[in-house]
């Protein structure tokens, strides 16, 4: 079964808009979680690094200020997408990881985000 | 991290074996090997990874090389549902937090 549970799997919304979208580790706590973002036909690409209790780590070229991350418990990390435009469309997608060694990275069914 | 390459496409006839090829000619003693499968429009799955080892699970078998530098994963009976984007990454085995780089993968279409 899904060991991570990302929410809504799928949003319309006009442009200027701001959109949550949150990921949750289920059973197993997520020190850390990890936020992907996929244009069609690309591979996914690493956006931010969310660490429970203190600040995200951001990709280069990500605006912290425009994909604001929260991580407020073990077990959940919000991303929200800032007066969303078209060019933010795309699909979403949260990760989290058991703690130690060589555990597998398991990943959310993905958010598809659309702007009007 | 060490780099991986594989072919961006392969076909495969349903009920057959799917091999699929990595090389990661610069692998490091500590690194792992993963593979990953996205179907389309679903995020990716996890597959299976190895050290040294042949593994095998119930999804498929990982062969890696005696020299590390390259790798096959199995899908020893393909089938219509097994058609995704594979992805093999390889990454050094931590108890830190670092996140998997993905790279183009290898699609696989299974052909009735």
């Known amino acids: 079964g899904a060991v991570v549970s990302q929410h809504p799997s799928w949003v319309i919304c006009k442009s200027g808009t701001s959109v949550k979208i949150e990921c949750r580790s289920l059973d197993f706590q997520a020190t850390t979680m990890f936020w992907y973002r996929q244009f069609p036909k690309q591979s996914l690409m690493l956006m931010a690094t969310s660490n429970e209790g203190s600040k995200a780590t951001y990709e280069q070229g990500v605006e912290k200020d425009k994909f604001l991350i929260n991580h407020a418990s073990l077990t959940l990390s919000t991303l929200t997408v800032t007066s969303a435009h078209p060019e933010d469309s795309s699909f979403y997608i949260c990760?989290?990881?058991?703690?130690?060694?060589?555990?597998?990275?398991?990943f959310g069914d993905g958010t598809r985000l659309s702007i009007l | 991290d060490a780099k991986t390459t594989q072919p961006p496409s392969m076909d495969c006839a349903e009920g057959r074996a799917a091999n699929l090829p990595c090389n990661h000619s610069?692998?490091?003693?500590?690194?792992?090997v993963y593979w990953y499968r996205q179907i389309h429009s679903q995020g990716p799955q996890y597959i299976i990874h190895?050290?040294?080892n042949n593994e095998t699970n119930e999804m498929a078998s990982l062969i890696i090389t005696e020299d590390r530098k390259s790798s096959t994963l199995i899908l020893p009976h393909a089938t219509l549902r097994d058609t995704a984007v594979y992805y093999c990454?390889?990454?050094?085995?931590?108890?830190?937090?670092?996140?998997?780089?993905f790279g183009k993968g290898t699609r696989l279409s299974v052909i009735a």
């Open positions: 190895g050290l040294k």
């Open positions: 990454i390889v990454r050094v085995a931590t108890s830190g937090n670092t996140p998997l780089v």
């Open positions: 990760s989290a990881r058991f703690t130690g060694g060589n555990q597998p990275q398991h």
């Open positions: 610069t692998i490091s003693g500590n690194e792992y």
